[in-house]
C-alpha cells in the first residue's frame, strides 16, 4: 500500500555532498517512521538514519556530524543531506518507511515496513 521512490544518488569525489530524497505515496493511514538503510557489496545492510513523525533522529555512529535527515509530514518525504563523503560511505542507499497502512493496523498498533528500490552512490578517492 506504500510505494517509495528515491532519487539523488550519484558519483561524487571524497568531501563532497549529495542529497538523497524519498517521496512515499499510496494509501496509508500514517507514516511513523522514514529513513535510510545502505549496503555496500559483501556487507550487511546497515541504518545509517531515521526521523519519526515528532522529529527525533537517529544516526549511525559513522555518519554523525556528516549527514543530517529531516522530513516532511505533509508531504511524506524524507532527505538526506550527505556532506564530508568518504570513500567508504559508497553504497546502495535504500530510503524506508514504517507505516499504519489500515484502520485495523491502527487499532492493532502494526506498522508495515516498505522498502525502495535503491539509489547508488559512489564516492571516489
Known amino acids: 500500500q506504500v510505494q517509495l521512490v528515491e532519487s539523488g544518488g550519484g558519483l561524487v569525489q571524497a568531501g563532497g555532498s549529495l542529497r538523497l530524497s524519498c517521496v512515499a505515496s499510496?494509501?496509508?493511514?500514517?507514516?511513523?517512521?522514514m529513513g535510510w538503510y545502505r549496503q555496500a557489496p559483501g556487507k550487511q545492510r546497515e541504518l545509517v538514519a531515521s526521523?519519526?513523525?515528532?522529529?527525533?533522529?537517529n544516526y549511525v555512529d559513522s555518519v554523525k556530524g556528516r549527514f543530517t535527515v529531516s522530513s516532511d509530514n505533509v508531504k511524506h518525504t524524507v532527505q538526506l543531506q550527505m556532506n564530508n563523503l568518504k570513500p567508504e560511505d559508497s553504497a546502495v542507499y535504500f530510503c524506508?518507511?514504517?507505516?499504519?497502512?489500515?484502520?485495523?493496523?491502527?487499532?492493532?498498533?502494526?506498522?508495515?515496513?516498505?522498502w525502495g528500490q535503491g539509489t547508488r552512490v559512489t564516492i571516489s578517492s
Open positions: 526521523i519519526s513523525r515528532g522529529g527525533a533522529q
Open positions: 499510496g494509501i496509508f493511514v500514517e507514516i511513523n517512521t
Open positions: 524506508y518507511a514504517d507505516a499504519i497502512v489500515s484502520a485495523r493496523d491502527a487499532f492493532m498498533r502494526d506498522e508495515t515496513t516498505t
